[in-house]
């Protein structure tokens, strides 16, 4: 790959990192690499390509330009999915250690975690993570019991789906004190909106689904840290465990990620203006989203953050009018996940691992690139007709055809 230099804007690393040399006749964009193995004339040198589980050049481009846009000297590592970069991860914690979570994680990492802690693994302690007080006592209580290295903190900033938004550096600083690695999933922020290694965190993780590749047609997940010995013992965990990603889906991820930075500003405008509408709608109990002043976690992330992101939380008065709500948009898609162009609606307790504690009303928007206007039009009808519990109704119709909304 050719080098790009770190001190370009993110919105420009987003174009210009990970592509491939500049030489006469040579393309602009890295190939895709369809191969299992590799040609070998003499005895692998490390570092040489031997076998495709262990590397693959379509990966090269994409790790190069995520490692940039998260402020580290190293490539990113990608996975096959979030969730696999997560379980990479969770092996940095030995045997007998403890992982402190917060208790509005995403709900799978929780579920990750407490399956490799029901397994013997490792102590689960679950906090709530906009509370720095209690994470700060519960990390001194732990520096007691385990030594240093054996505890991991495990941040998540705004919380899936509560946008509970925590102290990074505060919290980060603390842990490092009692000699634990910080893992922060930055799956909703993205680059764009924050970079935790410059808050000290010694890993980042993504859930490349999302935003970075940000058109639903991917499942990914990438690591990124600065610390090149940690590297190297996560990608022996990739290599060994095997969860590799397929040289077409980086590839594609490496496309989406050159529009990241116009889809996160026009995602992230869009999500401010529904939530003040939002806030002042009659069918609606609370809004949570980190934009608004009101929100309790509104000024951590003005202070942190160079955005509030694309999600919105609200919440309903039953769980009734959260389905009809679901059951009544039109341009909006019904649908789990989020982060793509298309705007997406999920009562997310309606999943039977999500959180108790997750209000059962409660319904998250993903908010896509679609016209702001519409997006609002089709939300406006479907909440209204939710509220007024005619949404069931198999001819009932939003007031225009979407697209056709102002
Ligand atoms: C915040 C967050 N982290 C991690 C994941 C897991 O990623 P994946 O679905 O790519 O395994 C998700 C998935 O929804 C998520 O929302």
Redesign the pocket.
């Known amino acids: 790959m050719a080098s790009v230099r770190s001190d370009l804007a993110p919105d420009t690393l987003t174009v210009a990192a990970g592509r491939p040399p500049r030489e006469h006749d040579a393309p602009v964009n890295a190939p895709i690499v369809l191969t299992t193995t590799y040609h070998e004339t003499r005895a692998p040198e490390p570092g040489d390509r031997v076998y495709a589980r262990g590397s693959n050049p379509t990966w090269d481009p994409f790790e190069e330009a995520l490692g940039a846009l998260e402020g580290s000297d190293l490539p990113a590592l990608v996975f096959a999915?979030?969730?696999?970069a997560?379980a990479a991860a969770l092996s940095l914690v030995p045997t007998g250690g403890v992982v402190v979570l917060p208790r509005h994680a995403?709900a799978?990492?929780l579920g990750l975690a407490a399956d490799l802690a029901a397994q013997g693994r490792f102590e689960l302690c679950v906090v709530d993570i906009a509370d720095t007080g209690a994470v700060l006592s519960e990390l001194r209580a732990l520096a007691d019991r385990f030594d240093a290295g054996q505890v991991m903190l495990w941040l998540?900033s705004p919380t899936?789906p509560m946008l509970e938004v925590a102290e990074l550096s505060v919290l980060t600083d603390a842990a490092h004190a009692i000699g634990a690695v910080v893992v922060a999933?930055n799956?909703?922020n993205t680059p764009i909106v924050h970079r935790p290694l410059d808050a000290g965190v010694d890993v980042v993780l993504h859930?490349?689904?999302?935003w970075l590749a940000g058109h639903s047609d991917v499942?990914?997940?990438a690591l990124v840290t600065s610390d090149p010995t940690r590297r190297e013992r996560l990608l022996a965990h990739r290599t060994l465990h095997g969860a590799i990603a397929g040289p077409f889906e980086v590839w594609l991820a490496l496309r989406g990620l050159r529009t990241l930075a116009l889809r996160m500003e026009r995602s992230q405008g869009t999500a401010l203006a529904l939530a003040h509408r939002l806030a002042e709608h009659p069918a609606v109990r609370r809004v949570r989203y980190p934009g608004l002043p009101s929100d309790p976690g509104h000024e951590r992330a003005a202070e942190q953050f160079e955005g509030f992101g694309g999600i919105v939380s609200i919440e309903l008065d039953d769980v009734a009018t959260a389905d009809a709500l679901v059951a009544a948009v039109r341009l909006w898609l019904p649908a789990t996940?989020?982060g793509g162009v298309e705007s997406l609606v999920e009562r997310r307790r309606r999943q039977p691992a999500e959180p108790l504690t997750v209000p059962e009303a409660l319904v998250r928007l993903s908010v896509g690139i679609e016209n702001p206007g519409d997006l609002w039009a089709d939300l406006d009808q479907a909440l209204r007709r939710a509220a007024a519990g005619d949404a069931h109704l198999p001819h009932a119709r939003a007031p225009r055809e979407a697209g056709q909304l102002s």
């Open positions: 999915s979030g969730l696999g997560a995403y799978g990492s998540e899936n999933d799956t909703f859930s490349v689904t999302k499942v990914l997940g996940s989020l």
